[in-house]
């Protein structure tokens, strides 16, 4: 799915009461927030979804696979993502859209 893709969804789920373009801005202000947090150290937490968080990557020796030399490889953070429970599950049992309006939580439980 591509950003337009799913700007599109969101605007379908909202209904006619807001633009696509309007629907944009938010998908767009909703990333900006992540990045930022993110670049901060911060982590997120949507409860039902998942966790972003960084994690720091220790410097480490790898391989040059065409030649075999030792590289080194410093020492780096780097965005991470943990789905939830809820979303595992979803994604295992293929489940289709959820409903507009419902947390994603509540589709789950039986």
């Given at each position: 799915m591509t950003k337009a893709e799913l700007v599109e969804q969101v605007a379908d789920a909202v209904g006619p009461s807001?633009?696509?373009?309007?629907?944009?801005?938010?998908?767009d202000a909703f990333l900006n927030a992540l990045t930022e947090a993110l670049?901060?150290?911060?982590?997120?937490?949507?409860?039902g979804f998942g966790?972003?968080?960084?994690?720091h990557r220790k410097a480490r020796t790898g391989r040059n696979p065409r030649t075999g030399e030792a590289v080194e490889v410093p020492a780096r953070d780097v965005p991470v993502f943990k789905p939830s429970r809820h979303l595992?599950?979803?994604?295992e049992r293929g489940c289709g859209v959820a409903v507009a309006g419902e947390p994603l939580?509540?589709?789950d439980r039986p």
């Amino acid at each position: 799915m591509t950003k337009a893709e799913l700007v599109e969804q969101v605007a379908d789920a909202v209904g006619p009461s807001v633009t696509k373009r309007e629907c944009g801005l938010m998908v767009d202000a909703f990333l900006n927030a992540l990045t930022e947090a993110l670049a901060r150290g911060d982590g997120i937490k949507l409860r039902g979804f998942g966790t972003f968080k960084v994690r720091h990557r220790k410097a480490r020796t790898g391989r040059n696979p065409r030649t075999g030399e030792a590289v080194e490889v410093p020492a780096r953070d780097v965005p991470v993502f943990k789905p939830s429970r809820h979303l595992r599950s979803r994604v295992e049992r293929g489940c289709g859209v959820a409903v507009a309006g419902e947390p994603l939580g509540a589709i789950d439980r039986p």
